[in-house]
């Protein structure tokens, strides 16, 4: 089954404390991004890559570190969390840039 | 300045009565038009892609129609399941950039 899978699904941590989302694609899909979800304030792009170790930054990068060395994943990275880190995150994926995207189901994430 | 306007924010319908959902977007140089389908706790899910003025597409009771200026999703009929919040996204014709998102309607659908 086609899909992108992002683990954990649901994290409470502390701030400071360095954690890493992982994301992983079974289509071979070349370009990969991070959203953010946050209520009255929509989606929001974090990082996107256009293919194996190219990467840029998104709409709101700060505090966050992403790195494409496989294909298929592309893991994100909280150095050192903030509170106002606390929101849900989706992983997504397309066969290239332009083409129709897919998401995956969501990451959860509270930093206290 | 890209942006997404969508309307209206929430939206309460009788099972079979038929409405609309608007998208006004400005972009510079339009890429593709997306609607996605999001469920409480889940990931959006894709449900279609329009990329040039006068485009429609169709799934089930869904209709989604471009302009130069806007895009609607008609809901014929609709169904206790069609509840959850649709979103619409557009992406500039411009090698990497994001897709941008409206803050999406909820709709919800009573039997």
């Known amino acids: 089954e086609a899909q992108v899978t992002q683990n954990p699904r649901y994290l409470i941590t502390v701030t400071g404390k360095k954690l890493t989302v992982t994301c992983s694609q079974n289509?071979?899909?070349?370009?990969m991004s991070w959203y953010r979800q946050d209520p009255g304030l929509g989606l929001r792009q974090i990082y996107y890559?256009?293919?194996?170790?190219?990467?840029d930054k998104g709409d709101v990068p700060e505090g966050y570190k992403v790195s494409r060395k496989e294909k298929r994943n592309f893991p994100l990275i909280l150095e050192s969390p903030s509170p106002n880190q606390t929101s849900l995150y989706f992983c997504a994926s397309s066969l290239s840039w332009g083409n129709t995207i897919y998401f995956g189901e969501g990451s959860w994430l509270t930093v206290v | 300045e890209d942006q997404v306007t969508q309307s209206p924010e929430a939206l309460r319908l009788q099972e079979g009565e038929s409405s609309s959902l608007n998208c006004s977007y400005t972009?510079?140089?339009?890429?593709?038009l997306f609607w996605y389908r999001q469920d409480p706790g889940k990931g959006p899910e894709f449900l279609f892609t329009l990329y040039s003025a006068g485009e429609e597409k169709e799934k089930e009771r869904l209709k989604a129609t471009l302009t130069k200026k806007e895009s609607f999703l008609h809901i014929t009929a609709p169904k206790p399941e069609d509840s959850a919040t649709y979103l619409c996204?557009?992406?500039?014709?411009?090698?990497?950039?994001?897709?941008?998102f409206g803050k999406g309607t909820t709709l919800s659908v009573s039997s």
């Open positions: 996204a557009v992406q500039a014709n411009q090698a990497g950039t994001a897709l941008i």
């Open positions: 289509m071979n899909h070349e370009y």
């Open positions: 890559s256009m293919n194996v170790e190219v990467t």
């Open positions: 972009v510079s140089g339009l890429r593709g």
